[in-house]
């Protein structure tokens, strides 16, 4: 049976531990050879970053979020034991972990070292599709020649260059689709290496439960419970025709993925739709000098993403939610493309004024979308406000003074509020 050490790299035959090296890290499995599709997550990587650059914590729970009216961004797996999970609410997560060591998101450091993992992922095949800083699919298809080895085998050396080179660990699914790729990431983490092969889909899938498929939540789930489905076992009693009449296109869907079928392929230039920030407060406020200075930090760091990433955006959205969680929306086409914060933020404080005094408020948030490239931003002159080129040629001149010394070299007085 074909088998790979995880730790030596060394194709071996099966067996509890590798006779090279000793280590127990041996896969095994009837078609590890054979299957190129991928999904690569990262372990708890918001929290593994922290603990990597910050060995104090390496043993504590660690939870990224902020606030007792926020919510888990994620958890380290020390703080899961506890029963703490991502989108939780922070006051909840506190309660099940209360020495739990709070951490805000740095979402600059988070992105910059998902570029370099994203950089190894590319050595090993032009087609990787992020789904987020933390996670994409790789398709690893007639790769074999070109390295050398089989995908199994660069997978793994892709997670030990992860751990040797940036401190950081992932898991690793490997299968024939996509759809299982990402199942079979989720069967063995940390540090995971889980295959599901084309002979065993069938067996592998009967009595698993459908929350198993990615975007079943809650109300996906109710409306299946109340038609009787809750493994694929009862998903294959049903005619596609009765699934697709009953619901809709993701009927067909359920169908087909309930025998492990899924021709979606790997999309390797997926376009982004949109780069937004938002914050859930401590406490509700009404206050106009608290927003405006939270408003204008968002707008910060929608640009700061826009400039890394070498985009633009022609729609500035605005997203409020009210005490008693009522969201209100509002968005404005500029009239041409603009990464630059400045003008993110007068457009959103344009829209809020628009708003009125509809608070006390609980979140705050503002995007940009409609993106295209960098250079076809900020080209035009606002003749309306013959300030806003000087103010743009000053940021650029922030960014490059932040660039040299530190994201805090530099800080505006409305930032301070």
Request: aromatic residues 6%.
């Amino acid at each position: 049976m074909p088998a790979i050490c995880r730790d030596c790299l060394k194709q071996v035959e099966h067996g509890s531990r590798c006779p090279s090296c000793g280590s127990p890290r041996v896969k095994s499995h009837p078609e590890l050879f054979d299957l190129t599709i991928a999904h690569m997550d990262c372990d708890a990587f918001y929290a593994s970053v922290e603990k990597r650059d910050n060995p104090e914590l390496a043993d504590k729970p660690v939870i990224i979020g902020g606030g007792k009216r926020g919510v888990v961004s994620t958890a380290c797996y020390v703080a899961r034991i506890r029963g703490v999970r991502s989108a939780m609410p922070m006051f909840k997560a506190l309660q099940l972990c209360p020495d739990a060591v709070v951490i805000k998101p740095r979402m600059s450091v988070y992105a910059s070292v998902s570029r370099e993992i994203r950089a190894l992922m590319d050595e090993l095949t032009p087609d990787v599709e992020p789904l987020s800083l933390d996670e994409a699919f790789m398709d690893l298809s007639g790769t074999e020649r070109l390295h050398g080895a089989p995908p199994a085998v660069m997978l793994a050396r892709l997670v030990k260059r992860m751990k040797d080179e940036l401190g950081l660990t992932g898991s690793i699914g490997l299968s024939h689709n996509k759809f299982l790729a990402k199942v079979a990431s989720d069967l063995d983490k940390p540090r995971g290496f889980s295959v599901i092969g084309k002979a065993e889909t069938a067996d592998f899938l009967h009595d698993q439960p459908v929350r198993l498929i990615w975007g079943i939540g809650p109300a996906a789930q109710e409306s299946l419970d109340r038609a009787g489905i809750r493994t694929f076992a009862d998903l294959l009693r049903w005619e596609q025709e009765a699934l697709t009449a009953r619901f809709g296109s993701m009927g067909y869907r359920l169908w087909h993925l309930a025998r492990g079928q899924d021709k979606r392929r790997v999309l390797a230039h997926e376009p982004m739709k949109s780069i937004s920030n938002e914050t859930t407060f401590f406490e509700d406020t009404a206050s106009i000098d608290i927003l405006d200075g939270h408003l204008w930090r968002m707008s910060e760091k929608v640009a700061d993403r826009a400039k890394a990433k070498g985009l633009a955006g022609r729609v500035v959205t605005l997203k409020l939610k009210r005490a008693n969680h009522k969201t209100i929306t509002r968005r404005v086409s500029l009239r041409d493309a603009t990464q630059i914060a400045d003008r993110i933020y007068r457009t959103a404080r344009g829209l809020f004024d628009q708003v009125g005094d509809q608070g006390p408020y609980r979140l705050l948030g503002c995007g940009l979308s409609d993106l295209c490239a960098e250079d076809q931003a900020d080209i035009s002159g606002d003749l309306l406000d013959p300030g806003a080129a000087r103010r743009s040629q000053a940021e650029r001149a922030t960014d490059e003074i932040r660039r040299r010394f530190g994201s805090d070299a530099i800080v505006k007085g409305r930032a301070l509020r």
